[in-house]
């Protein structure tokens, strides 16, 4: 068997400019922590036998994870769409809406629709390519949403949609 995998589809290139923010926040972070991740791997090579560093070889590694990281920002940051407007029609569901959801059993839970580079699901984003949100786009309050999830199809009624944080 090979170890071809073919490659992921493109995810979505919007971003809300909160989630924006915080992502270019932490390329400027990186750079700031790489500097004395650099001076300390420079002395660690000093020492001597890279071999057995442990030292040198610890920081070759998070160099390694801070530069990769710092890479995949500076190619995704420019290809990004930042959503500032809210969409004229506020009874559909669209990209940035706060969707209160009900199941079968009464229980309700709040998603937010985000970009795939902001994701968090315990602040409750869900990404806009997910099959949850792909299934609320364009819905409206009290709109039946069914939903194919790995225990099987939900049944959800759309009960609130906004597109302000808070209650």
């Given at each position: 068997m090979s170890r071809y995998r073919p490659p992921q589809p493109k995810?979505?290139?919007?971003?809300?400019?909160?989630?924006?923010?915080?992502?270019?926040?932490?390329?400027k972070t990186?750079?700031?922590r790489r500097q004395p991740v650099v001076q300390a791997l420079s002395a660690a090579a000093a020492e001597g036998d890279r071999s057995e560093n442990a030292e040198y070889i610890y920081r070759k590694k998070e160099l390694r994870e801070i530069d990769s990281r710092i890479r995949y920002l500076q190619k995704r940051l420019p290809d990004l769409t930042v959503v500032?407007?809210?969409p004229k029609d506020q009874g559909h569901i669209f990209f940035g809406a706060w969707v209160t959801l009900e199941d079968e059993g009464g229980t309700e839970v709040t998603y937010r629709i985000?970009?795939?580079?902001?994701?968090?699901?315990?602040?409750?984003?869900?990404?806009?390519?997910s099959p949850m949100a792909r299934a609320l786009f364009k819905k409206a309050v009290d709109d039946e949403v069914r939903v194919q999830t790995p225990e099987g199809e939900r049944c959800l009624l759309v009960?609130?949609?906004?597109?302000?944080?808070?209650p």
């Open positions: 995810s979505s290139p919007y971003i809300t400019p909160a989630g924006y923010t915080v992502l270019d926040d932490e390329l990186l750079w700031k500032h407007d809210t985000v970009g795939a580079d902001e994701t968090d699901a315990q602040q409750g984003f869900i990404s806009i390519d009960c609130n949609i906004r597109y302000t944080a808070g």
